[in-house]
């Protein structure tokens, strides 16, 4: 959305790039879950590269890597505000990944005091940092947004037309255990559904492999990773019902970009999920999904009357809430915020640190008169 802002990315990445105003800072190791380990030229370069752009404003993912930790205290010394973003969020989970993101959260309380805001996705968040000191009015409770002008559903399709979809499932995101693809797949199966009643499973990942040898039925299409934006509406809108029984999410664009694109959505509550689809939806306790899900897709594929009414209210929330002009807008006008917030503190602390030392310097001439006089 052109706002007439100039944005430079600093990204991770071992490769240089001729992309504009993107910088690289190298990395020795990632994992799937995107956790970095910088090089140790990693915190120079950044530094380079701040005082070079000179920002207005700076706006860093928290949890990726441990440079997280020195980035709002370089972006002060630099006198330019910093706002942090946790793309994560609490889960009642209790397996050993949540955990670790709990003990995360914790951890990093001190850095986030930092920021000058502090940017969540959900309530449940924020009010987790309240509780631990944080100002109220220093976190902005704002979740992701998709373009809802591209995201939208689309009447003839190559994909369905390709397949002969006549009822389509859809998992979109990466094949990875967090996700529970295997569960869904076991799940839609077990149903025992027509041949032309297929699940599409888009995205790559550690399992994708296994599972394209494991199930071969010809009722299950694997795409692997599809890149090109109008090439996955398609697919989107090939399908009526979307399923995300993940184990732990935070706020997850698949099912932002589902729900816009007008499918009928089951998820596990993990993350944000609950929050998201609210009443338009099906929501499913994460410790329940493996039996709630075969009825929930049954239910749905038996009534297309209440699939078609879930995928319109999924739709109007979208517009409602979750629309990238809505939300980009707001936080772009909490930006100029912050700004404004830090450069007017800068000016009344300069203004203080001279007050003081001309008092300082008056009554130390007091003093001296007082003494000469005496």
């Known amino acids: 959305i052109n706002r007439e802002h100039e944005a430079y990315v600093v990204r991770f990445s071992n490769k240089k790039n001729n992309q504009k105003n993107t910088f690289h800072i ?3 190791f990632a994992n799937e879950r995107a956790i970095f380990v910088p090089k140790e030229e990693s ?31 370089i972006c002060h010394e630099f006198g330019i505000p910093a706002v942090g973003v946790w ?3 609490l889960n009642n989970s209790d397996s050993s990944y949540q955990l670790i993101l709990k003990s995360l959260f914790l951890t990093y309380s001190p850095i986030c005091k930092q920021f000058d805001l502090l940017h969540v996705f959900t309530d449940k968040l ?14 902005l409770v704002l979740p992701n947004g998709v373009d809802t002008n591209i995201y939208k559903r689309i009447k003839q399709t190559k994909f369905k037309q390709k397949h002969a979809i006549n009822r389509g499932i859809l998992f979109l995101g990466r094949l990875t255990s967090d996700k529970n693809p295997k569960m869904l797949i076991n799940s839609f199966l077990n149903l025992n559904p027509q041949d032309n009643t297929k699940l599409v499973l888009v ?21 692997g990773l599809v890149k090109d934006e109008k090439e996955k509406v398609d697919i989107l809108s090939s399908c009526e019902i979307f399923v995300l029984p993940s184990k732990f999410e935070g706020m997850p664009l698949a099912l932002l970009e589902a729900m816009s694109c007008g499918l009928a959505c089951i998820a596990s509550d993990a993350g944000s999920n609950g929050e998201v689809l609210d009443r338009s939806g099906v929501v499913i ?35 409602d809430r979750y629309s990238q002009e809505v939300i980009f807008g707001n936080l ?8 404004n917030k830090f450069r007017k503190k800068n000016l009344e602390e300069k203004h203080i640190s001279i007050d003081k030392k001309i008092i300082n310097k008056i009554e130390s001439l007091w003093r001296k008169t007082i003494d000469y006089v005496v």
């Open 26 to 28: 190298p990395y020795y």
């Open 43 to 73: 915190l120079s370069l950044f530094k380079k590269y701040i005082f070079n752009i000179k920002p207005d404003i700076v706006y860093t993912a928290i949890g990726l890597s441990p440079l997280d930790i020195f980035i709002p205290t």
């Open 87 to 89: 793309h994560a969020d």
């Open 126 to 139: 924020a009010q987790y940092y309240i509780n631990r000191g944080i100002n109220r009015n220093k976190i």
């Open 203 to 223: 995205g790559p990942g550690d399992l994708e492999r296994s599972l394209r040898e494991e199930y071969k039925d010809k009722r299950i299409i694997f795409t």
């Open 285 to 319: 306790n994460h410790s329940h999904i493996k039996t709630q899900l075969p009825f929930a897709l049954k239910l749905l594929l038996d009534y297309p009357v209440l699939t078609e009414f879930l995928a319109e209210r999924a739709r109007e929330r979208m517009l």
């Open 332 to 339: 772009v006008s909490n930006f100029k915020n912050v700004v």
